[in-house]
């Protein structure tokens, strides 16, 4: 694919594999287990496990981090 010619296309970015986007989606939904079990609880959620949340939910999708910095 030639993007020499197109202005429009910055850059090509790979898809991840199905075995990646489902490692993926695991670990977002163990960090939603976590978030969710300490709201119930009735535990303040608190800065340093807001920033270890924040951290996991990067590390899975640091695309969309990036993209809302």
Partial sequence: ME?????QV???VPLPTAKERRRREI???RTMLLAIDIILSGESLGLETARDL???VWHAYPELVD???
């Fill in 3 to 7: 993007n020499r010619d197109n202005p």
């Fill in 10 to 12: 910055l850059a090509v």
């Fill in 27 to 29: 670990m977002v939904a």
């Fill in 54 to 56: 924040f951290r996991e």
């Fill in 67 to 69: 993209e809302f910095l």
